[in-house]
């Protein structure tokens, strides 16, 4: 049977732009992610002062204004154009954006009725997306709001005040109950602070408030505490571009406030927010990673390192359109590896401060650390001159040392890490004993006639460390 040559046809098939827009706004955004994307947009802008506007009653409404180079008309229309620009295209260096998607995905997951109001040269431009009208007429039609309309918006006045600027309102906002807004807002407040700290701290920073609140930086590094251990900026040259590499141990918490502690441990704490911070062009896309290149335990939570790229290195990062996931290239990887080498040990070091003292020999102590090829044990000190003094009084020196070895074999150490980890300045072993007491374990030894030098090989053990002066005369 002879089969016939069929000639190619096209034919024009349109999405169905409820279902599109439907799957559009499930791309993951956060309220605090998609407020960040939008906030890039107007550092790209050069603005100077960016005033963010959210309230929950009577409706849930959020506005940002900034005092950016603003747009004309067609520029207003252009950045309402989904994907309006090139990923691959050139960028300056202080350009935040990627896809141009950022203001529409970032909006459309937040709200159903997005406008853009700019000022640039004297005149006032807007457009607006309102999500049921594509639905209903499934196409895609750009309004242009009517003058009383733009006049209601929140924040307009303001704009009209300004030469330049730009105003970005959501309304018909439906992914948040309005009591859990509030709780929405704080955390806002958090993220900007922390992804944004390079541009509100330093001289030329710039001014982001929250209803009126200006937000103060937070570094997740804490530079200016002086135990803090910075290490050496290392550039490395990768397909052209610059990476800089720097990593921070931050401070055992010994040596900081617990106020001061909590702070940098975050809400997710140390142990989750230990890892790469990595900078695009000053700004913070993803921290608390390794990256698999190394496991997130206890013993590196207090390592932190900052990875600084242009805006020209995203698909070597694989960096995704919410600018909050990347998977870097293998060779970046190896670049990785080598900064976490060199990191971990001395945030090892750290970690491990308290521990360490328990082999200190200018002190006796309770507890000795007893390492072999295949296992690590805490045992305790059976030459301490009180288990001496307690085994010359004891009648059944079987039964305490029956006692002690059950004390070594039952240390808690999984709630004794789980407390250090949540909250170490909880944990106050010291008090266990008082000064007064100490002082009737002075008496009653000498009262029992043993030797000056064994009260002075009491005084060195860790009972009565940085204390002896006041028991040397004791009587």
Known sequence: MAVGTVGMTREIVNPSLGNFISSLRDVGYTFEIAVADILDNS??????????????????????????????????????????????????ANDLGRFGLGLKTASFSQCRNLTLVSKKDGRISARQWDLDV?????????ITPATDELESLPLFKELNSLET????????????????????????????????????????????????????????????????????????????????IQAFILPHHSKISQQEFERFATEEGYTRSQGFYLYRANRLLIWGTWWGILKAIDSYKLVRIAVDIGNDQDR?????????????????????????????????????????????????????????????????????????????LSDNTEMLDAYLAGIEKYIPLDAILSYLQENPFHIKQESSISDEELCKIIDKLRESGVSEDFINSVLDTELFNDKRGSFDNAS
């Open 43 to 92: 550092i790209s802008a050069c603005a100077k002062n960016i005033s963010i506007y959210a309230v929950h009653q009577p409706d849930l409404v959020f506005a940002m204004l900034d005092d950016g180079i603003g747009l004309v008309e067609e520029g207003v229309r252009e950045a309402m154009r989904l994907a309006a620009k090139n990923p691959a295209d050139e960028r300056s």
């Open 134 to 142: 594509l639905t209903e007429r499934n196409e895609w039609l750009l």
């Open 165 to 244: 600027g730009t105003l970005v309102v959501w309304r018909k906002v439906d992914r948040y109950e309005q009591d859990s807004f509030i709780t929405e807002i704080s955390k806002l407040k958090k993220h900007l602070s922390l992804v944004f700290h390079r541009f509100l701290e330093g001289r030329n920073r710039i001014k982001i408030s929250v209803n009126q609140d200006d937000l103060k930086p937070f570094n997740p590094f804490n530079p200016d505490n002086n135990a803090t251990q910075i290490g050496t900026a290392t550039k490395t040259k990768l397909f052209g571009s610059d990476v800089v």
């Open 316 to 392: 070597l990062w694989g960096i995704d359109i919410k600018k909050s996931t990347a998977k870097p290239a293998p060779e970046i990887r190896k670049l990785l590896a080598t900064a976490v080498a060199q990191a971990k040990e001395k945030g090892w070091k750290v970690y491990k401060q308290r521990g360490s003292k328990i082999s200190d020999s200018k002190v006796i102590k309770f507890w000795n650390v007893v390492v072999t090829a295949n296992e690590t044990k805490f045992s305790l000190n059976k030459k301490h001159p009180l288990f001496s003094a307690v085994c010359r």
